[in-house]
């Protein structure tokens, strides 16, 4: 499967891409850009060049406060990370690049779905006017400039106007899923001490209506100084007291009632570029999760690049990627509207009543770039799907996929059943800098099982041990140049030592001259470019010395018909001991038999390595993972072997009740 027309010297003007290609080259102290893999290296040479030329091509300066200067200075302030000043003489908002691209339009902005099927929308021409009232009515509550504002809110286009309206006066915004019980949610957002709460009354998953009253109630009893409490739905049910005033608790306002303000033009505050637009969380499954700041300018620099330049986005679009306010791709998602696209939000459970319902949503909606999970395409896959057959998906142009890598197997079945030729966009990147590293760019040959480019901007390479850059070998994946979404700090780490210590502090046989970034994951870089992502590095399967990430085998053993899902890992013991179980959750009506297991060990042998057969495979009740869909596989691998000083904190896991299981299973292992 391919795409053609990557941008040239000449440049492909039809894409925004190209035409950024073409301006670039056009410079006279650029120079000749013959392809991508041009463009990206002056990219990571010359960052702040190629920051201002996005700065540029989004004409942000018209909407900002202060002067770019000509120097390499005045757009980044010391490269060395952390620590790297980007754009110190402006003041933005975020908001104002969403204000500018409603200008004029009548169609839909925001469109919201739920699992019955009941459809809501919020129109561009209506949606200045709602951001303005609401932001109207949290400066009445006292929120201002450095404030948090919380949510505990399924997807739901409400949300994206909250978030809007908080940014727009400068506050913090910080989201959290329903998913989560009070209790989890209070992790997060009680270290934030927010000063107003979104919450709903419940919302529809799996076929059941899930009231979420007395949650709400409890969670915002677990937020010091809380002076508020909007809701979603009806406030009547989540107080005994008339909606409007508790005696014993914050205010609790409807919705409806926060966007009765009057209706006026928001005029977002102009902040620093490092002024904090959201606080995003790590999973926090062995310890407190991680809050992690991202400032204003950052986020949309990085966000139009990503969503405008590599995914092409633009008002003719329309944008739906599955996820939830707990997962960084909720944040992304928005990054639509940046570009004037139309966002879906989506309120269920993507696999009800079956493995179709979002293909349903990619038709009926007009979706054009449609993002997802390898799980819900391995969903499709298994239950025999054919969307492109039996849908119309004349608009799709784009598949998005991340959470975890998606298998070469996969991008065969997209080509086979939804669209040959369609681009697939397997994108690897993280809450950390609430982008991708690298994943589909517009124009860009795609190969089945890789992440086709290293993304603009993104100096990412694979490093042995002594730091050699390695090209078609495994290797840790650094980023040794700064990006303007790296975080601006953690919460609560006034020094900063956290922080240091989760991206920069790693110990290299021959130590870097400055610090780089690490991530923590395994993966090559083919000669042309492009990547394959093996797994964490702090989860390799090491047998007999030869290492391997959890992702290869996962590829391999999910094409397995009768397996749904897979999950290995490697376990030290005494003596050199090293225990590696693989445990399979299967298909409705299938057995795990002496048969399917060998054929289980067959299929890692011949299309894998013969010595990365596993040692046992065992049917679990369910694979662990983390409420945003990783699978926990370091923390799984303590449990298993008995370590006791790992703390795994049952609240950030789907099924917590399955730590127990595979505690069990480790007792009961012999070495």
Known sequence: MSAVGGPTAEGDTHTQLGDFAARVAARPEVGAIGGYADLWQWSVDHPAAFWR?????????????????????????????????????VRLNYVDQVLAQAVGRTDAAVVGI??????????????????ASLAGTLADLGVGEGDVVAAYLPDIPEAVVAFLATATLGAIWSGCGQDYAPAGAAGRLAQLAPTVLFTADGYRYNGKSIDKSADSAELASLL????????VGNPASESAAVPGQVSDGPRVISYGDALSSPSTQPIPVPVAFEHPLWVLFSSGTTGRPKGIVHGHGGVLLEHLKAAGLHSDLGPDDVFFWQTALSWMMWNYQVAGLLCGSRIVCYSGSPLYPDADRLWQIVESEGVTYF?????????????????????????????????????????????????????????????????????GSVGEPVVSGELTVRYLGVALESWGPDRTPLVG?????????????????????????????AYFEHVWETPPPTPVWRHGDWV???????????????????????????????EVVETVDEVAEAFVVGVDGPDGAYWMPLFVTLIPGATLDDELIARIATTVRTRLSP??????????????????????????????????????????????????????????HRW
Do not use: C
């Not at 010091?224 to 809701?231: H, W």
């Not at 394959?532 to 085998?553: C, E, F, K, Q, Y």
């Open 371 to 439: 993002g997802t999970s390898p799980g819900q395409l391995q969903a499709s896959r298994k239950a025999g799907l054919h969307p492109g057959r039996d849908h119309d998906l004349s608009a799709l142009r784009t598949l998005g996929s991340t959470g975890s890598t998606l298998a070469a197997d996969l991008f065969t079945w997209v080509d086979d059943n939804v669209s040959a030729d369609l681009p697939i966009s397997s994108i690897s990147g993280g809450t950390d800098v609430v982008t991708a590293f690298a994943g």
């Open 611 to 668: 010595r990365h057969v596993p040692d046992e495979v065992i049917e679990a009740p369910g694979i662990p993972h983390t409420r945003t869909g990783k699978k926990l596989e370091v923390p799984v691998t303590a449990v298993l072997a008995g370590r006791t000083e790992v703390n795994v904190d049952p609240r950030a896991i789907d099924d917590p009740s399955l730590i127990d299981w595979f505690a069990a299973r480790g007792a009961e």
């Open 224 to 231: 010091p100084g809380l002076a508020a409490r909007i809701v």
């Open 524 to 554: 090559t870089v083919t000669d042309r470019g492009s990547l394959v992502i093996h797994g964490r590095s702090d989860a390799t399967l090491n047998r007999h010395g030869i290492r391997m990430g959890s992702a290869d085998i996962y």
């Open 473 to 501: 070998e495994l290797g840790e994946m650094v980023i040794t140049t700064p990006m303007p979404s790296m975080p601006v700090s953690f919460w609560d780490d006034p020094d900063g030592a956290r922080y240091r210590s």
């Open 53 to 89: 030329a996005v700065w540029e091509h989004y004409r942000i300066g018209e909407r900002a406060v202060g002067d770019v200067g000509s120097a390499d200075t005045d757009v980044l302030t010391d490269a060395a990370m952390p620590g790297a000043r980007w754009f110190p003489g």
């Open 114 to 131: 739920d699992e019955d099927g009941t459809r809501m929308t919020v129109s561009w021409a209506e949606l200045p006017g709602q951001i």
